[in-house]
DNA sequence: GAGCACTGC
């Protein structure tokens, strides 16, 4: 470990980082205080120098550094490259943790990890014991753990004297971000310091146009205005790249058809600038292509073609494509939003924040000057385009956030330390289902189920459901199923008529190998089957199933297993018989975990849900009960999606009787009462009020049958109306765009 | 009668 190793940049290039020259400084601020925020823009070095120079000053003597991030790909190819920078094999003194690959040892001094894998380590760990510096990086991404952690970290380190009580060394803290919000993330830490370090990247000139307005937003057809934007940048610019933001595969696809056709007609050897531009390799790039097809993106075109690549937001963060000069930006994105009126995940299209705008025209600039192209005028941009990206903490469901929170001893998960906090009616939403599961009780504790439950990576519902099949003793009935529901979709629906209709033909097929009336139980055969062929991938290629996904789906099975057996060992782990046939245990089992997604067949071929919001809802045509609702009663569903309906997908057909005990629970808890409970702890003389209460309610709604006529009347389908009232309205208007 | 962005454990 000589000294002179390390202390100079290591950069093929000839220029330092800019990083290089703050060294001393840097390391000095750390050592002062507990926490530090650092900020500097993509390519000033500081998420791979700054460990280097933590570790030359001395902080792995007594603990490690670990640096999060937000993706795996980042952990591993960052701690590749200091690795080799520090001159030592990867996996030893520096090295990295993701979920499925923990490239570590014992002696590990430098650990790159994702932000997932450090929260469960607080999980086992909660004073992170092991560590002499944390540093979280890309804090300004906002990812859910990300911002989880910060928390944790203010409300532990924020009284050093006690916290660092019994430590070998006091934990530092150093916040990492580019430059936006430093001054917040300072004033969050307790007002403490702020290093920024200067960028090293290119100038991009802006510039809006003219198609899309406030009032016009997605329905003007900005695909179509993408296009043309996208053929004139090729007609008249110099050489160089085009990167085209746009928001989901079906777009894409779509504006590639249309520059091919346009892209032909051009009269080819176009004279800009005294420079030849031949023609257009047009390339699609988004997250569920095949990943070889995504690998062509990273090669230079032929000589005199130019590159243009019609990308979702995966570009804006995930890849980064070296020659891109030009960027197209459409100024919508596809957002997961919950909406917890309604309790649903409804996926929309959405304007994009101003710094999202700033992050995706920085996409022309990482090796020479560059210039970005928005379609939307200055007013999209002035009363269209938050500042900000609402952070994913405020527009996701808290069910399982909650849950941790908990299990690490936050009591009041309302007034916790947030960054920024969520709304309260989804922090209740969360406690109340927990409470349904039986993973907190009355008090807003953490019951024994509650421990079990945290410990799988698995949204909470699933998490139930494996639990209560592993008590009956069949989770291996049940495993592949919680895994085949937390990966992608594993479904292939491609875009031509005719491949869209043997596809479905097979997709089909497989549902009734399994019985014909259980989604379900579809996933599962297909799990099964597949594992079992003796060539998987080819099996997944004749029935229309991405490979990728189900090979995703068998790790984290595997994975689940393995926590599951570890759990089987304690002594109060829950044992349940039940002697009726295993078809209905099945499906008795998931209720358990999805009582909360359970429908009536109500008017036509509508079902009325049940979780106190009473919305109209349909069976997906891709479900295996489609068409089939004539002898239905009861179903249970695992997804909601609202496109021209509210359909509900991946079903399976239920008895009234399985969750009659379950149900009434859904009204029962008052989720202000609850709250309250969260807020502080409660005597037992208000609880004993509070139980009386409970009991009254209950004795007036005497049976579920009744909350059930109660809730049809209602009605209460408010939100998702609006939801389709605006689908329907985007589609006649692009309708009428092309007629 | 079909409209799934991107991460992560």
Redesign the pocket.
Known sequence: MSKSRRSEPKESDLEPLPIYHHKSKLVRAVKDSTFLVVTGETGCGKTTQLPQYLHEAGFCKKGKIGITQ????AAITVAQRVAQEMGYALGREVGYQ??FDDCTTEDTEVKYM?D??LL?EVLADPGLSQYSVVILDEVHERSLNTDILLGLLKKVFSNPDKANKGRRLPLKVVVMSATMETEKLSAFLGNCPVFVIPGRIFPVKCSFGSAVGPKETESTGYVKEVVKVALDVHTSEMAGDILVFL????EIERACDMLYEKAETIDYRYDVHDRTVEGLLILPL???MPTDQQRQIFQPPPRGIRKCVVA???AAT?LTINGIKYIVDSGFV???NHNSRVGLDI?EVVPISKSEAEQRAGRAGRTSAGKCFRIYNKEFWEKCMPEYTIPEIQRTSLT?VVLTLKCLGVHDVIRFPYLDSPEERFILEALKQLYQFDAIDRRGRVTKLGELMVEF??HPGLTRAVLKASSYGCPDVMLPVAAML?V??IFIRPGHPENQKEA?QRHRALGSKSGGMNDFATLLSIFQLCKSSEKPSAWCKENWIHWRALKSAFSVETQLREILLRLQQRSDFPVESFDGNKNELFRRCLCAGYFTNVARRSIGKAFCTMDGHGSMVHI???SAL?ENEKDLDWVMFHDV?V??KV?I?TVCPIRYEWVKDLLPKLHEVDVYELSNVAREEVTDEEMAKWENKEAAKRQQEASAEEALKKLEKRNDEASVSDARARYLQRKQQKQSKTT
Not at 70 to 73: D, Y
Not at 247 to 250: A, I, M, P, V
Request: hydrophobic share 20%; charged share 20%.
């Open positions: 937000p993706r795996r790909v993701v979920r994702t997932g894998c469960r928001t989901g595969q079906n988004y997250g569920s979702t937001n995966i995930s596809k957002q997961l996926l399982a990576p698995l937390s992608e979709n479905d997906h045509p891709s489609f999606l496109t021209s359909y997908r």
